[in-house]
């Protein structure tokens, strides 16, 4: 079984998230997930914390891969510039 951990700062963001961010932060988190969270015994503090985090986490990793995307992008245009150049001469 999977045991997840509360970091503190997330603990602290999720109790002081308003009712109305609160119910649109768990509507975000699988139905799975809450369930198993529940049944180990987390608060819903808790659980708030775990999605919060998780949700840093993807969009971290979200980042990560649009700044790839662009460097390679970026890369390509320089690479195939010379044949831009080629048909606006055209």
């Not at 988190?29 to 809450?34: A, E, F, K, P, R």
């Not at 775990?50 to 949700?55: F, G, S």
């Not at 990793?61 to 390509?76: I, N």
């Amino acid at each position: 079984m999977k045991f997840h951990t509360c970091n503190a700062q997330y603990l602290e963001k999720a109790r002081e998230l308003s009712d109305k961010k609160a119910e649109r932060l768990m509507s975000r988190m699988s139905v799975h997930l809450h369930a198993q969270l529940m049944q180990e015994g987390y608060s819903p503090v808790q659980i708030m914390a775990i999605q919060l985090e998780i949700e840093d986490e993807q969009l971290s990793e979200w980042r990560e891969r649009v700044a790839q995307v662009r460097e390679q992008e970026k890369q390509w245009l320089v690479q195939n510039a010379h044949l831009a150049n080629r048909t606006s001469v055209n």
